[in-house]
């Protein structure tokens, strides 16, 4: 991990990838054509060093007594780290990073080492009424990192945990492992495979995150049908937090009372820092099987979905485009189309992953299912080309940021009845709030969405919509968009997250989705277990 | 359900099953030999009627207040009423009922029609501080039903909530199905199966047992590995509790904060009664194919099992018994055996549920992860023989108390890694314990176990111990035994009870299983739904 590599204001690499290729210009002329511009402008970012930070609140002579308790080089207060740590990765954090906004950043960052490290910050904040925020990969994209100035706390710490990034042990016989929280994705993936495991869990963000952050945000991976979202395959923790330190149980079932630790995964923070996980691993499967498919609609697509969830093959993988999504990303790969065809048609990549003989029955039963459904197979390689690019989208949306565009995306999940009204509703709305909220009106603005994880009751829904950026108040403009799709998911009784979790942009909505009685239960263990309110405070609740 | 049909003091229905049919008088004869008795002594139990009860402490002004707020016939005091729900089915509970000891009662039993219902007993409980117990089949083996007495509470109402037990609502597309918690076993999937569907959940208890005590105790059917233990099926729930009514959501999958509503399931009654529940179901398989195979050692099957479970196949069931077991059962079948012969070999009865080319797919990949463990197959006939005499055992407990013996079973789950040393332990200990607390010494204590429910990373330990009961001091006889075995479980950091539940047998070890922090999470979560406690007192905290 060197973070001088790593973009401070965007996703991932300095040095990224090339997605579009020779296909760039044509690109980018459909896609000023759709959205309705003579020439896209240019809006770059403004520079690190221009933008002001507050004053740090800390007083040096409490940041020398940790320094002194901790081993030196593990606390900084140096302008970059601070900008860095000030924001996640979401489309407001974006915006404030490249506007050049003044930012409130933590006091001071530290990158503890180990768990008695996490122990000594903890003990030094709880005593000097400072917040603490745990920090990952730091790829939050719903607010999540970000410091909530509060009257009560003296200053703000950011924790680092990227320097607890071992690989503890692996349980071959149980198929479990432990690690520590901050390892992130692929060097967790390397040291397992090296032993001929895997996690599984593949989320969009897979290069940047950590171990920690799946499990606080209950992630999901590309492959989660098979693999399981963060929550099924953790196992337990050691979580720090200001009562002590909590190892909780870690049994392959039990009918001892509640599960409580299940109030870990979700917990964004707010309950404790998470230094040891255990979770689930697999052996790497005999086979994989990856390939597309073609449905003449979306809700064609869907059905077939939810009768291939009710087989008994091993799958891992089910993401069907809607045709919206179909058709850009197919213009993506043919450097535009026409923007007066109609959309049509929905692309399905699935995948198969076990046993060769689990997945040659599989096979057969998932082709008797999708005939059914006018389903045309159209072979493995645009699943290859998928899977091949798949963690390299992201970077798209720095470049359109970079020509007067906003993107954003937003996921949902709910049952399968309800799932193609759902899915009806967001888009339109999403639709009309772009509409009524661009000073610059798209020739068609682009809403376009894919089922991206699959359950036997029901699917998550994501969203990707692309916009000409106010300029004047972007910050507003996607704020009454954000507003218009969370409350048609509220009305919907839908959840407002399926995995990205909830931070600071879904706290709107997190009390109404929870309950009143379950909202006030969550607030009374985040009192028991942190009465001063330093973990991770205005987060959750 | 015809409670007039039913046993007060045993298991089950009078008019029982005949389990040994010829081969009675001979596998009498040899438990005898095994037990060491010259003659099996004649121990029945008493008349109902000569058991005394506790005077009711609740004034008949409030039974009078609260029959008129109901439906005419819902509130009772019958004294036959009052015994059925004094007590569940644990030996201990089954010990005082046949023995004839005075008993501690609820004052009155209720039998609400529906939630408004279950609304008004509870406002009236909390109201006058009358203790409320949850009853829905009362086959908790672990106590969870028996009134405890507390000073501060003016008396104890049970509710039966076994005549609200319909199935309201099949959302056939999201393959949920949402039921009144007190629906028996037999019914719901007479109603689920009408329409195709089957939730699959058969416990030793199926007959008898509820959907919400499932819950509740978070419950396991034989076929867990495909349709998930109760937290797993457990999709939502109504709770009526002191503070209100507490419809949880119930998403396919969320990343909304931490699944609060996960605190349902296991909490046994003490956080509301559950009114309606929504389970995930299934279509019924395409096909079944339940075989048996004998292993070399409980140490080569259980092996066998931790690979298969890893391996991609529709799994329903694996129950491995031990050589103990194995020896038991093939005694109890051929009336008897040569108690002189040492135990040898383990039989796995192994069950394959899905869509035919995943279980014939199945079926080779099985065949080739036994062959390399030297299991024999005996084929498809042992294994219908189970199936259609898998709930009959439990009445077998009768008639040997009737003849002096004691039996009762325990069960608990960890590791894989783990799974032989503890097994090792706990039949060690057992067999010790009943050494040394018996009077008439067996010539050879009866401790079998099987592994009853497998998870990719562990599995769960069924073990059934019969001895010479005390005729002194059989209530201390026992808990002597279970102490010892129970504190084995916690010395290996195994968990106290897989699908049993807590209940008050199991309470002692509860709290430190759990660790300081989360039972004190508990204890808080509680007292905010529950601020009189007058939810299932004296249970979980």
Not at 23 to 42: Q, T
Not at 175 to 202: D, M, N, V, W
Not at 452 to 466: E, M, P, Q, R
Request: aromatic share 10%.
């Amino acid at each position: 991990m060197n973070l001088k590599e790593r973009k401070w204001c965007g996703w991932g690499l300095i040095q990224g990838p090339d997605l579009l290729k020779d296909k760039r210009d044509a690109f980018w002329n459909w896609l000023r054509e759709l959205s309705g511009f003579e020439k896209l402008p240019h809006t770059p970012s403004v520079e690190m060093l221009s933008i002001q930070l507050n004053t740090p609140s800390i007083p040096s002579s409490l940041q020398k007594e940790l320094q002194e308790k901790l081993c030196q080089g593990r606390v900084t207060t140096a302008f970059e780290e601070r900008i860095i740590h000030a924001r996640g990765k979401s489309y407001l954090d974006t915006l404030a990073l490249r506007n050049g906004e003044p930012l409130n950043a933590p006091d001071i960052v530290v990158y503890p080492k180990n768990k008695e490290e996490v122990i000594t910050v903890l003990r030094w904040a709880s005593l000097n009424d400072i917040a603490i925020i745990p920090f990952g990969g730091g790829t939050s994209v719903v607010g999540g990192v970000n410091p909530i100035k509060d009257v009560h706390h003296l200053g703000i710490a950011t924790i680092d945990l990227r320097e607890m990034n071992r690989l503890i042990k692996i349980d071959v016989k149980s198929r479990i492992a432990c690690a520590e929280s901050g390892i992130e994705g692929p060097r967790l993936e390397e040291l397992l495979q090296k032993e001929g495991f895997t996690l599984g869990h593949y989320p969009q963000s897979f290069e940047f995150s950590t171990l920690g952050g799946w499990v606080s945000a209950r992630g999901a991976g590309h492959q989660s049908i098979r693999y399981g979202k963060a929550e099924n395959w953790f196992a337990g923790a050691e979580l720090v937090s200001p009562p002590g330190s909590w190892k909780t149980e870690s049994f392959p079932a039990s009918a001892s009372g509640p599960q409580i630790k299940d109030l870990i995964p979700g917990s964004e923070g707010i309950l404790g820092i998470m230094t040891d996980i255990e979770f689930r691993i697999h052996s790497l499967p005999q086979e994989k099987f990856y390939t597309a498919y073609i449905f003449p609609s979306f809700e064609t697509g869907i059905e077939a979905s939810r009768e291939i969830m009710e087989t008994d093959i091993p799958l891992a993988m089910i993401r069907l485009s809607d045709s919206y999504e179909t058709f850009f990303y197919t213009a993506m790969q043919m450097g535009g189309g026409d923007p007066t065809t109609l959309p049509q048609f929905c692309l399905m990549l699935i995948g198969l992953e076990g046993d060769t003989p689990c997945v040659t029955a599989g096979r057969q039963v998932m082709e008797g299912v999708f005939a059914k459904h006018q389903a045309i197979s159209l072979g493995e390689g645009i699943a290859e080309q998928w899977f091949n690019q798949r963690f390299l989208l992201p970077y798209l949306r720095d470049e359109m940021l970079d020509y007067g565009l906003g993107v954003d995306t937003l996921e949902t999940a709910t049952r399968w009845s309800k799932l193609l009204d759902l899915y009806e509703a967001i888009h339109k709305t999403i639709h009309q709030a772009i509409e009524n909220n661009t000073e610059q009106k798209p020739q068609y603005p682009i809403v376009m969405a894919h089922l991206s994880h699959a359950y036997l009751d029901g699917a998550s829904l994501y969203f990707t919509f692309v916009f000409p950026r106010s300029l004047k108040d972007p910050a507003g403009q996607w704020q009454r968009i954000k507003k218009s799709a969370s409350d048609t998911i509220r009305f919907h009784n839908a959840t407002i997250s399926h995995h990205h979790g909830i931070g600071t942009d879904h706290k709107p909505w997190f009390a109404g989705e929870k309950g009143a009685l379950a909202y006030e239960l969550l607030r009374q263990i985040k009192n028991q277990i942190d009465p001063k309110n330093i973990l991770n405070p205005g987060k959750l609740i």
